[in-house]
């Protein structure tokens, strides 16, 4: 079981940045793909990053490629989501999600993760 605690939400102007940080416990952090879900009021959820367990390999959806970058600190256990030139359609729950199996890579089937509670994200026109 992993447990993830996510911070750094709020509301920002459109055009500014945000960085959410999810805190994981439970298993080692080094071995475990981590990523980032978010879902949008009236829209399906959407696999905005992921990035593997060793830190090789990122991925970046379509509709934040350039603006939002995925990172992780083994040494604090901890995976961030760098979010710059915000945009109102960017407005959604965001959830860190860890890999179930270790060593897996990332996917885009949220069975395949462990949840946060998620936090807030909202941004202003």
């Known amino acids: 079981q992993v447990q993830l605690v996510e911070s750094g939400g709020g509301l920002v102007q459109a055009g500014g940045s945000l960085r959410l940080s999810c805190a994981a416990s439970?298993?080692?952090?080094?071995?475990?793909?981590m990523g980032w879900f978010r879902r949008a009021p009236g829209k399906e959820r959407e696999f905005v990053a992921g990035?593997?367990?060793?830190?090789?390999?990122?991925f970046h959806a379509d509709s934040v490629k350039g603006r939002f970058t995925i990172s992780r600190d083994n040494a604090k256990n901890t995976v961030y989501l760098q979010m710059n030139s915000l945009k109102p359609e960017d407005t959604a729950v965001y959830s860190c999600v860890a890999a179930r199996r270790a060593y897996s890579d990332y996917t885009l089937v949220p069975n395949n993760y462990y949840w946060g509670q998620g936090t807030q994200v909202t941004v202003s026109s």
């Open positions: 990035i593997s367990w060793n830190g090789i390999s990122t």
């Open positions: 439970g298993r080692t952090f080094s071995s475990t793909s």
